[in-house]
């Protein structure tokens, strides 16, 4: 059986793990290694037993603990060459080394990955599609926009993991500065919650069987108001959520079963 979990999402740091069993892959480490160890004890696996860490971009609530868990557990780690270069994370040994390419899969024990660019202001940043037991699965977070590009990425995947940062009206009318909103609302910022409804639509008609919210805003958003808009989309359009599809929202601090 697959496990695709979310060990924590939002703004303040990012983790998630999927695993077939045999190999049990971590993507991102947007908290510390000590979290880490707790959050995988409690999804029953050791962080000794994982296979490789998987980088989105370089952005500290994806790479908080990215340095340590790697040179701790010498796990072998992904990302772009750009992102790698844009990295603060401490020294990463060469041998752990292992540079990707958006639209280059490979392997990962017995786990396919294929990384796919997503419109985000960092220097190189991927989401990534997962192939186990025949499956596919993917995570698609700090997208500014959905193009037809990542669509056509994440489109007939069992489940997702996607991006639904903000209301808009709450980011407009609330304390952040002016460059930040610009920022937020930007075609390479984050995606509100109006259009991850509009992409889980396209998901469900495309087969997906799970959704689940994730990289909600803390000041800009609430799981309940997440939900609501996706939830309301996808009636609009006659599905029975429960019972045609899945929904849920990614808990902030604990795991989400993806
Ligand atoms: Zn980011
Ligand atoms: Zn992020």
Do not use: Q, W
């Not at 029953?44 to 040179?71: C, F, Y």
């Not at 799981?223 to 309301?232: K, N, S």
């Amino acid at each position: 059986m697959v496990n695709f979990i979310s060990l924590i999402s939002g703004s303040s740091g990012n983790a998630s793990v999927i695993s077939d069993g045999r190999t049990h892959i971590l993507t991102d480490c947007g908290m510390s290694g000590a979290r880490l160890k707790d959050a995988l004890k409690k999804i029953g696996i050791a962080p000794e037993a994982l296979s490789a860490l998987l980088i989105t971009h370089e952005h500290i609530d994806h790479v908080r603990g990215a340095g340590v868990i790697a040179r701790r557990y010498s796990l072998p780690v992904y990302a772009t060459e750009k992102t790698f270069s844009a990295l603060n994370c401490g020294r990463i040994d060469d041998a752990l080394i292992r540079v990707i390419k958006p639209d280059r899969d490979f392997e990962i024990g017995t786990v396919g990955v294929l990384p796919f660019s997503i419109p985000h202001d960092a220097a190189d940043p991927v989401g990534y599609n997962y192939f186990a037991e025949g499956e596919k699965y993917s995570l698609a977070t700090d997208i500014g926009h959905i193009n037809d590009y990542l669509l056509s990425h994440i489109r007939s995947s069992r489940a997702v993991l996607l991006e639904s940062n903000h209301n808009v009206g709450m980011l407009e009318a609330g304390s952040y500065p002016y460059h930040l909103k610009r920022r937020i609302l930007s075609d390479t910022g984050h995606l509100s919650n109006e259009y991850a409804a509009k992409c889980a639509l396209e998901l469900v008609k495309s087969g997906t069987e799970r959704i689940t919210l994730g990289h909600l805003s803390r000041e800009n958003n609430t799981p309940e108001l997440a939900l609501l808009e996706t939830h309301t989309a996808l009636t609009d359009a006659g599905i029975n959520v429960g019972t045609d599809m899945r929904l849920a929202v990614a808990k902030r601090f604990e795991a989400t079963r993806i």
